[in-house]
């Protein structure tokens, strides 16, 4: 840490010259600087750095390890910020996993968008969860429209029979996929280019930006959007770091992280088209299938024991979580339509 000299200007007009910690704060995330979760990190670090004397190293993925060894050095205070999504926290953190019960979450951009800004369920109901597992959340903010890739195009759960699926780890994701017909395989990212590569597995699911800049539609070209979640992250900092922060210093995060959550709701739509558009023009292999309401309607169906499941598991705070998603998501519905 480096000692900086302040002047502060009292109430009665006398300056005063005070020492100030600079310090510097580690950041982990799961993708690159150019990926969703970079552009937020990027913001953040340059508020912070433009408004204080500290400065933000930023982690990218691979980093640190993979999501659950970041996560452990968050836990551990070894770094003070941590972006992890609930498709791995909500192994440890079970009401994350709300965020990952299929056809729950809205599929238009801006009711996306309305749901995750104002959203009482997004901004005040797991803020107290998080701090149980000795987390300060800080933004909960979606990356686009889930979309499964495979190697077959597949329209029924009969179609998805015998397709081993990745996902990430939350075990909720498995629940989701067995629902589907198909055969799930949890496993962190890393594991996953290899795994598709030697057919180990036959599909994944991601959103479009993801799966453009990471290459998986070269992998599995049928890209196909069945409507049932988008892929959502969550910026936290270790709550005992959080605590020990000046009433300045806590400001300076809140204010930080306010304004790049505003500036990731209003680049994550753009970036979700972009991927899309990219694989349209790159990838002639690509195949892209949207599902008929009635195809997805039979995919619903079956999301409904996956909701029963989390609730058996999150408890009524995870019923009064789902409650509460739905009754924003038909709020911010009514607000744009
Ligand atoms: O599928 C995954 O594991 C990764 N997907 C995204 C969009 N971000 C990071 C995560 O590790």
């Known amino acids: 840490m480096k000692k900086v000299l302040q002047t502060l200007t009292l109430m009665t007009g006398i300056s005063l010259a005070v020492s100030v910690q600079a310090a510097e704060w580690r ?3 799961e993708e690159g600087l150019t990926d969703p979760q970079g552009i937020y990190a990027v913001k953040f670090k340059e508020e912070i750095e433009k408004n204080s004397n500290h400065t933000v190293k930023i982690y990218p993925v691979g980093a640190l390890g993979e999501s659950a060894d970041a996560m452990e050095q968050a836990l551990a205070g070894l770094i003070q910020f941590i972006d992890q999504s609930p498709g791995f926290t909500g192994a440890m953190i079970p009401e994350a996993e709300a965020f990952l019960v299929p056809y729950v979450q809205p599929t238009d951009p801006q009711v996306v968008r309305t749901f995750f800004k104002e959203g009482k369920a997004v901004n005040e109901m797991f803020h107290e969860i998080y701090r149980e597992h000795g987390l300060e959340l800080l933004s909960i903010f979606p990356e686009g429209e889930q979309v499964v890739t495979t190697m077959k195009e597949f329209r029924t759960p009969a179609d998805l029979e015998g397709v081993k699926i990745r996902t990430m780890t939350s075990p909720l994701l498995l629940e989701t996929y067995t ?7 949890a496993m962190a990212w890393g594991e996953l280019i ?3 590569k030697t057919n ?4 994944q699911e991601n959103p479009a930006i993801w799966i453009e800049a990471y290459g998986l539609d070269e992998l ?5 959007y069945t409507g049932h979640g988008q892929y959502t992250t969550a910026v936290m900092a270790n709550a005992d770091f959080y605590d020990s922060l000046s009433a300045e210093d806590k400001k300076l995060v809140q204010d930080a992280a306010a304004v790049a959550h505003d500036h990731i709701l209003n680049e994550a739509v753009k970036m979700d088209e972009t991927g899309l558009k990219i694989i349209k023009e ?3 292999n690509a195949k892209i299938v949207r599902l008929t ?3 997805r309607a039979v995919f619903k169906k079956r999301a409904t024991a996956v909701e029963e499941k989390f609730i058996a598991k999150a408890g009524k705070r995870g019923a009064a979580i789902i409650e509460q998603m739905k009754k924003d998501i038909a709020e911010a519905e009514a607000k744009h339509n």
């Open 179 to 185: 629902a589907f017909g198909a055969s799930p395989i």
């Open 200 to 203: 180990m597995v036959d599909g």
């Open 282 to 284: 790159t990838n002639p």
């Open 194 to 196: 290899g795994a598709l």
């Open 293 to 295: 309401e009635a195809e």
């Open 220 to 224: 599995a070209p049928v890209l196909t």
């Open 27 to 29: 950041y982990a995330m």
